[in-house]
C-alpha cells in the first residue's frame, strides 16, 4: 500500500463555526491536524481547504494546501477533489481521510486506520474506541457503530453507524472515530455516487457506502495504549480539547 493523508477543512461548520483556526494552545487546530499526519509518517499530507484563510494558515506552518470548492457537500468530495491536483497519476492506491477537527488524535491512530485494508474484501478502513459513559451514549456528536468484536479480535465489519446509542442490549457501545482509509478506487466510486436516504436522515456520509454495499471495517483502539480521542464540535469540545493537549 501507498497512503496518502488529504485533511478536508473549511470554515462554514454549523455548530462551530470557523473551527479550522480555532486557537488550541497557540496553534490553529488546522495545524495541530497538520502535525498529527505528519506524526504518524505513512506518507506525504496535505489539506484540502474550503477556504483561503485555511490554505494560509497551513501554508504559514510548512505545509501543503489545495483549495477546493468551498460547495461541496462533503470532507470526502474535497478530499477526493484535491487529489486530482495532490497525485494526477494516481500513484497513492490508499486515501487516509484525516477529519479536520480530532486535535487529540494520537500518530498510531493513522497506521492502524490503514490495517484493516490488509483484507482485500474490505473498501473502508475506519476506528472506534468504547464509549465511555450514558452521557456520551446519549451525545448525538459521538457517532455509534454497530460493530461486534469476539474472541480477542481487533477489526470488525460495520453494520450500522447512528447517532443513537446502537445497538440495543448488554454489552459495550463503540464510538466511531470519523477517520477513512479509502482504496483510491472506492473513493472514486463513492463520490459519483448521490447522497443516500440514510446518509441524509442520519447525517453520516458513511452510510452511503453502506447502502451502495461497500465493505467498512472497524479497527478496534486501545484506548490505554492509544487514548480516546473525539471529534471538536461545539465549544465544550474545544476547551476540553486545549485542557487534553496541555496536559501533554
Given amino acids: 500500500m501507498n497512503p496518502i493523508v488529504v485533511i478536508p477543512a473549511r470554515m462554514a461548520s454549523t455548530r462551530l463555526p470557523g473551527k479550522p ?59 477526493h477533489a484535491a487529489l486530482a491536483e495532490l497525485d494526477p497519476d494516481r500513484q497513492h492506491d490508499v486515501i487516509v481521510n484525516l477529519q479536520g477537527d480530532f486535535p487529540t488524535l494520537g500518530p498510531d491512530a493513522l497506521r492502524l486506520v490503514i490495517a484493516p485494508l490488509h483484507d482485500p474484501e474490505v473498501d473502508i478502513g475506519t476506528l472506534v474506541v468504547p464509549i465511555r459513559d450514558a452521557a456520551e451514549a446519549t451525545t448525538d456528536s459521538f457517532v455509534k457503530a454497530a460493530c461486534a468484536f469476539e474472541d480477542g479480535q481487533t477489526i470488525a465489519p460495520a453494520l450500522y453507524f447512528s447517532r443513537q446509542a446502537i445497538p440495543w442490549g448488554p454489552g459495550p457501545l463503540w464510538h466511531h472515530i470519523g477517520i477513512y482509509a479509502y482504496r483510491r478506487t472506492v473513493l472514486d466510486r463513492y463520490v ?31 484506548v490505554a495504549a492509544h487514548g480516546s480521542p473525539f471529534g471538536v464540535d461545539t465549544a465544550e469540545d474545544l476547551q476540553r480539547a486545549r485542557s487534553v493537549l496541555a496536559a501533554r
Fill in 21 to 79: 483556526l480555532a486557537d488550541i494552545n497557540g496553534l490553529p487546530m488546522i495545524v495541530h491536524m497538520l502535525h498529527r499526519g505528519r506524526d504518524a509518517g505513512i506518507g506525504p499530507v496535505a489539506v484540502a481547504c474550503g477556504d483561503p484563510e485555511i490554505a494560509a494558515a497551513v501554508r504559514a506552518a510548512g505545509g501543503r494546501a489545495v483549495l477546493t470548492d468551498p460547495g461541496l457537500a462533503s470532507g470526502s468530495d474535497r478530499v
Fill in 192 to 222: 459519483s455516487l448521490p447522497p443516500s436516504p440514510l446518509e441524509r436522515r442520519e447525517s453520516l456520509e458513511q452510510l452511503r457506502a453502506l447502502e451502495n454495499g461497500m465493505r467498512i471495517a472497524c479497527m478496534r483502539m486501545d
